[in-house]
């Protein structure tokens, strides 16, 4: 069957290390994965998107990787501050473009100060 | 900046009684799409629309549940004869059609309670 995965339990860091959330999947062939960005009660955000043929994504302090080989995406954050404190989530579209899109469970992030 | 909005933002209800909840997307977003989040789990697809076609449903979306997007703007979602295990936040996100892919705007949710 499908899923997705990622690390389940809390990540904890001190404020300017780098912070590194793992998103796993097993039988989708996704055009491109995308990260979000979620805080209590709130709907989540939008960060990054990166497609089948790109290994690497940058946007100022994140990364985000994409092995479709492995079948694993990393998602970097680098000088980690306390505001970065969330939980993020990876999303497949589940099907190469039917815009049907399955999200991971999400990783609980601490930044501490 | 006007994002997605929804209406109501909380929801508590008793079992068996009919709930409609709103989203109005991004002016000029052609999808639209809602999903389901319970405590500790991603947001849950439940179906889009691609203007006002509705284009996808998931089997999760029983027959007591009915999205509609009259005229490709705002969308509801109806659940009827609520039970408890509805008891989740209801997500709606749009987005603009840029090719092959699709960055989703969230809206902050309606949290329903069934008692």
């Known amino acids: 069957s499908q899923k997705i995965e990622q690390n389940s339990e809390a990540l904890n860091i001190q404020e300017g290390k780098t912070a590194t959330l793992t998103c796993n999947y097993t039988?989708?062939?996704?055009?491109?994965l995308q990260w979000y960005r979620q805080d209590p009660g709130r709907g989540p955000v939008f960060l990054l998107l990166i497609r089948e043929n790109e290994k690497e994504k940058r946007k100022e302090r994140l990364k985000v990787t994409f092995d479709t080989t492995l079948k694993q995406s990393l998602f970097h954050i680098t000088a980690s501050q306390p505001a970065d404190s969330a939980t993020y989530l990876c999303a497949l579209d589940s099907d190469g473009g039917t815009y049907k899109y399955i999200f991971g469970t999400g990783t609980r992030l601490k930044v501490l100060a | 900046d006007t994002g997605v909005s929804q209406d109501p933002r909380h929801k508590i209800t008793k079992r068996g009684q009919n709930v409609t909840f709103r989203c109005d997307p991004i002016?000029?977003?052609?999808?639209l799409y809602w999903y389901r989040q319970t405590l500790g789990q991603g947001p849950e697809f439940l179906t889009y629309f691609q203007n006002e076609a509705q284009l996808e449903k998931s089997r999760l979306l029983s027959d007591r549940f009915s999205a509609e997007r009259p005229k490709g703007s705002f969308s509801t979602l109806e659940i009827q004869r609520t039970e408890q295990g509805d008891s989740a936040m209801y997500l709606c996100a749009s987005s603009y059609n840029r090719g092959l892919t699709d960055t989703q705007y969230f809206g902050p949710g309606t949290r329903l309670t069934v008692l």
């Open positions: 002016s000029e977003h052609n999808r």
């Open positions: 039988n989708y062939s996704p055009a491109y």
